[in-house]
Every structure is written in structure tokens, then in C-alpha cells.
């Protein structure tokens, strides 16, 4: 059974940095994309990049090329996104999805979402 | 970047009756290579992560309710509920995912 649970809550300060794991199990598809997607409150959906668990390469949107940076531990099968500088407009629930077998780069399966929050 | 608009924002159905979200992309999704179009649909009821529904524009993902169903090709495309149930209250969105960025569309506000 595939899951993706993410790491808790985190509040941080004007200026700091976040980094929020995403821990996958039961996938048997070394390739599908696990991408990032973030949710203001209140807001649509915003995605912000994948890596390709398979080779380690990796897609940002323009606005998170500076900002933003995925990786990949293969021996835990645990994805993380960090966010730099972060400002209160990053304030936002970041939600990780993985592909499927059947389509590699859709968001098939979702974690529960991990609640940033940007407060001086 | 690929924009994706939705249509309409907001949609009140009675109990029973159809649905129909339109999603238009500003560029074709269609790739000729295998003839897929890269759209998706997804679901997302409140305190709730997003649940895809339909893959490549018209296959309906694994458990989703054959009520359901997408269509369109190319630029257009819609998803339909054929009868809708009290529990597809939900915002849905639409998701392009043949070029990055992957972009969504603003979403769509389905009631009773």
C-alpha cells in the first residue's frame, strides 16, 4: 500500500529556513516524480517542482529556482524539500504527491500536507 | 508557462443532477509522440490533501466512482459528474502536466 507521511508543523522567522521531509513506502515505481505542491490559506493549489527519485534530477518552477531545493535519500526512501529566505507570503500547507505506475508525473498519491508557518 | 483556466468558479448542482467543469489550456496537451494528453483532475474536500481523480484528460484513477468521467483533447477539456452525490462537495482542479512548471487551474467550488 503506498503512503507518503510528512514531517510535523514548523513555524519560522522572517529570514530563516525550513526543511520538510516526506517519508514514501509500498512504491515499486522507481520512477515516478514525487513533486511539491503548496497551498496558501485559503488559496488553489501551487506546484513547485519534482524530483525523479530514479536519477536525482529535479524541476523547479521559475519563482522557487533561487529558494528552493529538493533532494532524495534512496536508502529511506524519504524525500525533503528545503526553502530558503523564507518570507510570509511562504506561509502555506506543502503538500508532497507521488506518480503511479500508470503515470509518472501526476500527483497520484498525496502526503497529509506539513503547515509552514512565517511569523516574526 | 502553460495557463490553465477553469470555468466557472463556482457551481451549485441539486442532488442527482450533472455537473460539468471546463478546463482550458493556453497551450495543446496532446503529446503526438503516444497520443496522450498530460491533464488531470483533482478532488479536494476540506482539512483534505487533493485526490486525483482522472489521468491522462479521460481514465478515471483506481476507486473513483464510475459518476465521474473526463473529456476533450488538444486545449479543452472537461470533467462531468453525471449524478452528483452529496459527498462530491469539494473544490476540483485541473492540472497540466505536459510541460513544467506543472501548472493547475484556480480550481472550481462544486455545492449542492
Known amino acids: 500500500q503506498v503512503q507518503l507521511v510528512q514531517s510535523g508543523a514548523e513555524v519560522r522567522k522572517p529570514g530563516a529556513s525550513v526543511k520538510v521531509s516526506c517519508k514514501t513506502s509500498?512504491?515499486?515505481?522507481?520512477?515516478?516524480?514525487l513533486n511539491w505542491v503548496r497551498q496558501a490559506p485559503g488559496q488553489g493549489l501551487e506546484w513547485m517542482g519534482y524530483?525523479?527519485?530514479?536519477?536525482?534530477?529535479?524541476q523547479y518552477a521559475q519563482k522557487f529556482q533561487r529558494s528552493v531545493s529538493m533532494t532524495w535519500d534512496t536508502t529511506i526512501t524519504t524525500a525533503y524539500m528545503e526553502v530558503t529566505s523564507l518570507t510570509s507570503d511562504d506561509t502555506a500547507l506543502y503538500y508532497c504527491?507521488?506518480?503511479?505506475?500508470?503515470?509518472?508525473?501526476?500527483?497520484?498519491?498525496w502526503g497529509q500536507g506539513t503547515l509552514v508557518t512565517v511569523s516574526s | 508557462d502553460i495557463v490553465v483556466t477553469q470555468s466557472p468558479d463556482s457551481l451549485a448542482v441539486s442532488l442527482g443532477e450533472r455537473a460539468t467543469i471546463n478546463c482550458k489550456s493556453s497551450?495543446?496537451?496532446?503529446?503526438?509522440?503516444?497520443?496522450?494528453?498530460?491533464l488531470g483532475w483533482y478532488q479536494q474536500k476540506p482539512g483534505q490533501p487533493p485526490k486525483l481523480l482522472i489521468y491522462?484528460?479521460?481514465t478515471r484513477e483506481s476507486g473513483v466512482p464510475d459518476r465521474f468521467s473526463g473529456s476533450g483533447s488538444g486545449t479543452d477539456f472537461t470533467l462531468t459528474i453525471s449524478s452528483l452525490q452529496a459527498e462530491d462537495v469539494a473544490v476540483y482542479y485541473c492540472?497540466?502536466?505536459?510541460?513544467?512548471?506543472?501548472?493547475f487551474g484556480r480550481g472550481t467550488k462544486l455545492e449542492i
Open positions: 504527491a507521488r506518480g503511479s505506475s500508470n503515470c509518472w508525473e501526476c500527483a497520484a498519491s
Open positions: 509500498g512504491y515499486t515505481c522507481n520512477g515516478c516524480f
Open positions: 524530483i525523479n527519485p530514479n536519477t536525482g534530477g529535479t
Open positions: 497551450q495543446s496537451v496532446l503529446r503526438s509522440a503516444n497520443n496522450k494528453n498530460y
Open positions: 491522462w484528460a479521460s
Open positions: 492540472q497540466q502536466y505536459h510541460a513544467t512548471p506543472h501548472t
